[in-house]
């Protein structure tokens, strides 16, 4: 399973960004998809996630602000951010969890600041 993160950049606070994650080799639809993040000097963080099409789980700190969601017919995963922060710089990661085995992606870099 091959996983590549894309969308992260520079944005300003207040903004919004939305990342993808597109799968390579395999059904997007077999796989419960992740989203986490990483700060520097900090511990990777979860962000949100989806399974099936419609269940869906949010962390704390950006839940009300990020949407996740799923395309299986483009192979890809979604999430979408709004009213960004400058807590919310970070590396994000995608990750793709099928029967307890999980596959990461390479990250993409998301900065918020002015």
């Known amino acids: 399973v091959q996983l590549q993160a894309s969308g992260g950049g520079l944005v300003q606070p207040g903004g919004s960004l939305r990342l993808s994650c597109a799968m390579s080799?395999?059904?997007?639809?077999?796989?419960?998809i992740g989203w986490f993040r990483q700060a520097p000097g900090k511990e990777r963080e979860f962000v949100a996630s989806?399974?099936?099409?419609?269940?869906?789980k949010y962390g704390d700190s950006v839940k009300g602000r990020s949407t996740i969601s799923r395309d299986n017919a483009q192979n890809t995963a979604y999430l979408q951010m709004h009213n960004l922060k400058p807590e919310d710089t970070g590396v994000y990661y995608c990750?793709?969890?099928?029967?307890?085995?999980?596959?990461w992606g390479q990250g993409t870099l998301v900065t918020v600041s002015s």
């Open positions: 989806i399974a099936g099409l419609t269940s869906t």
């Open positions: 990750v793709a969890n099928r029967r307890g085995d999980n596959y």
């Open positions: 080799g395999f059904r997007l639809d077999y796989y419960a």
